[in-house]
């Protein structure tokens, strides 16, 4: 068999048996005819690279089945080729997945705490800041809420992130009451959380004011009064006497007690008492005293202020009534009596007051007293007040 370059293999016809006779000649065709009888070379197309390299494996793993059957091996020889041509297909044919791009998470802001929650105002301006990294950056919005009891956080009012981290938003409506406030950051990745909660009470009543001591129109025997009542809690108490324009100030308890001094003028004191709550609404009323002589006394009296000579011995009973300077009478205060008759020794004794400040001295007026006058004391003597004395007339007649 013959090869030819580019060309099929040509055949050689077999010579017939011989006959004895010459051969006969057989027309040959030209050259040319029998080229141009021949179809046009197709070369095969190329395989892909993928394929190429697939199939390399696949050949590779063929020719060792048999060594691997013999041996016992075949079934780790299957697992291990299709890993290899799963993982080579997978390189070459499996599009890798994107990677995920992480979304940026907005820090909260902070609100500043009202250094007094209470207020009287419609509408107040809240002051915070933002965090640092987010201080002028564009497209970054503030969100201010506020929730009511029992009612879900609305927002109120908004304001672009500016320049520097601290920022202010005025005008934050109030409602009457509880008023919790929030704020939060919107921006291109959404919103953030909410700040901690700052919150305003709206309180637009007026405190009532209560006064305990003294009693309206009582009598005063000292230079200063002391006032003490009761009001809303943490209030700011003045008081102002409209006769001489003197005052106090002081503080409410939290339970609303409180006390203030002030110095009185001579004759009747009026006396305003004002009280202003921590938001700011403001209450009062008005106490009246007068202003006694602001000292000791002993009011002394007598059973009997004329006496017979001819009718003695007779009884006599000498009371006393002894107050301070305020005009409360004095209990257990020791009064010291003495009667002075003429013709007589004089008559002593002593008694101490009761709960309404009254002590009594009763004596016996004895006979051979002459016509004339004598007089009748009782004093009192204090470390406080100082003393004090009090002092009538007995007269004797025929």
Known sequence: MDFRRGGRPSQVRPR????????????RRPVSARVASHRPIERPRGLPLAAKAILAVALVALAGVVVWTATGQLPRLVGAVGDTIGGIAGKVFTTPSPTPTPVAVIPAPDLDPPAEPYTNQAAIDVTGTVPSELAGRIGYTIRIYIALPDQPPVPVKELPVGETPGFVVPGVPLEKGRNDITATIAGPGGESESSPVITYIRDVTKPKVTITSPKNGVTINKATVTIVGKTQGRSKVSARNEANGAGGTTTATADGTF?????????????????TDPAGNSGSTVVSVRRGSGKLAVKLSASAYRLSAVKLPRALVLTAVVTNPDGAPITGITVSFTLSIPGVEALTGEAK???????????TVPSGATVGSGPGTALVSTTEFGDASGRVTITITK
């Open 16 to 27: 017939p048996p011989s006959t004895g006779r010459p051969p006969t000649s057989v027309p």
């Open 259 to 275: 006390s203030v001094t002030v110095e009185l003028a001579d004759g009747t004191n009026a006396i305003t008492v004002t009280a």
């Open 353 to 363: 007051t009761n709960a309404s400040g009254v002590a009594t001295f009763r004596t």
